[in-house]
C-alpha cells in the first residue's frame, strides 16, 4: 500500500530522494543539462511537494507542483528509488498531484523531461500528457521534453 501526502522537502527521507534524483539524472544527461528544482526551490512558495510512503513509512517516491498562480502548474521533481519501482508509486504521486492541481483550479499541468527519460514519458503519455513545444527556460535546451495535461 502506497501513501502520499503532502511533505515538507527538508526531511532527510526527501533529502534523500532529491539526492538520488540527482545522481541518476546526472547518469544520462551531462553536467547541467538537468532542469531540476534544487532542494532549496522546493520550500519555495507556490511549490508543494508530495511524497509516497510505504506501510511503514519509508520513502519510496516523490513529486513537486509549482502553482504558477495563473491556473497553471508544473510538475517538477517525479522520481521514484529502487525500492519503490514497479509498485504503482509514480501512479499514485501523479494522482495526488494531479487532483491537488485541480483542486488549486489549475487548468493545465505543464512538464519538461529529458529523451532519456523513456519510462517517465511513457507514464506521461499514459496519463494524457500531450507533446508541446519546448516552453520558457527550456526553450533553448536540446535535452528538454516539454508536455502538457488539460485538467478536467
Do not use: W
Not at 24 to 47: F, H, I, P, W
Not at 66 to 94: H, I, P, W, Y
Not at 135 to 140: S, T, V
Amino acid at each position: 500500500m502506497t501513501i502520499v501526502t503532502v511533505a515538507d522537502p527538508r526531511q532527510p527521507e526527501v533529502e534523500s530522494l532529491v539526492r538520488a534524483s540527482d545522481a541518476y539524472a546526472e547518469s544520462l544527461y551531462a553536467t547541467g543539462a538537468c532542469s531540476s528544482l534544487a532542494l532549496a526551490e522546493l520550500v519555495a512558495d507556490g511549490v508543494t511537494v508530495f511524497v509516497a510512503r510505504d506501510a511503514e513509512g519509508l520513502a519510496l517516491g516523490m513529486a513537486a507542483l509549482v502553482n504558477r498562480g495563473d491556473g497553471t502548474g508544473e510538475l517538477k521533481r517525479l522520481f521514484v528509488s529502487e525500492a519503490g519501482r514497479g509498485q504503482g508509486v509514480a501512479t499514485a504521486v501523479m494522482d495526488a498531484l494531479e487532483a491537488a492541481a485541480r483542486a488549486a483550479s489549475t487548468h493545465t499541468l505543464q512538464l519538461e523531461t529529458g529523451p532519456r527519460h523513456l519510462a517517465a514519458i511513457a507514464l506521461y503519455e499514459q496519463r494524457g500528457y500531450v507533446h508541446i513545444e519546448r516552453f520558457g527556460p527550456y526553450a533553448g535546451n536540446g535535452f528538454s521534453v516539454c508536455m502538457e495535461k488539460t485538467l478536467g
